[in-house]
């Protein structure tokens, strides 16, 4: 019997019918114009998207187009970090960074954030100590995957008082469209403030749910020298295919048709475990953003062997320590599941 899959994330695979791409716009681009940062066209259709959804006023000459996010985060580190430098990560996070950090030769060390009455407060002191002299950026997941929290207005404005002159500031905002609940405010994404030391990066892996497309962006920084550095990242490989960028405008532009069935599969199924949970041990965390759900079960359940319970039973979860999640146990559900396979899945868990 194949395994049921409670952490898929691909929203290609998980029955969710989403428009075809190609509706919007059929590739094109027989011709080869290679530009560093990327098409001109979808930089302006980018900055369209920062006006629209953050209010944020951006010259299409602060975005370069990448590949996808994780090559935006390599061509950032490679600009702002020689080999040993370290870069520090947000504990709990996306596995991943860890890789991008340690693929670039760097350091990375994790800066904690605590969860207390359902919201996540960034440990200053922590960060602080965590700090040294070969510390050159701060990366920060808003909102952050798997919590589903933004860090909260006050924490973002101490963060950029505290790295400006000294550190950058890299920020994936890559599920800042995916909002279920927020404090009346909150601040979605760092382009709404003015600062010389951030970076934030974005792609339609997530805005589009299109993850097969492979492309990404950075909103740099006003500085032109920075600019021109990282243009000169990028000219070395040009990896962004053509086809793709010219496409990518008119699926940026129509977001809402990709994003519409992926909120109402993600909403169900939060609405279903709230339900579920009612009247038993466990409990949901807030998820105030994302594509991803914690649920948090009494202490006296073990969470390496809960997950291995729930491999007999044919049900595949992440335990929340994959994540480095302070408190056990808990389990990380993907929220773009097929509702039968999560709701399945969900009582499985909550009956042991
Ligand atoms: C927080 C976060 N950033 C970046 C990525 C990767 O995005 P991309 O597909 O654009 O590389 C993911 C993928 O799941 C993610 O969860």
Known sequence: MPLIDLSISNPTKVGISLPDPFAFSSLRGSNYEPRANGALELREEICRYYATEFNSVLHADRILITTSTSEAYSYCFKLIADPGASVLLPQPSYPLLQFLVEAEGLQP??????????????????????????????ILV???????????????????EFSRDKYWLICDEVFADYVWSQQPGQIRSLSQIPAE????????SKICALPQMKLGWIAMPPASAVHRALDLVADTYLSVSSPIQAAASQWLSNRTSFQAPIRSRCMENLQWIQDSIQGSAWSLLPVEAGWAAILQGPSTIDEEQQVLTLLKKGFSVHPGFYYDLPFQPSFVLSLLTPPADFRAGISAIIAS
């Not at 808003?142 to 950029?160: A, R, S, Y």
């Open 109 to 138: 060390k994790s800066y904690a954030m605590h969860e207390a009455c359902g919201q996540w407060i960034l440990d200053r002191e922590n960060l602080i100590a965590t700090c040294d002299s070969s510390t050159r950026a701060i």
């Open 142 to 160: 808003h909102p952050n995957n798997p919590t589903g929290h933004f860090l909260t207005n006050e924490d973002l404005h101490w963060l950029l």
């Open 197 to 204: 030391n951030v970076f934030c990066l974005s792609g339609i």
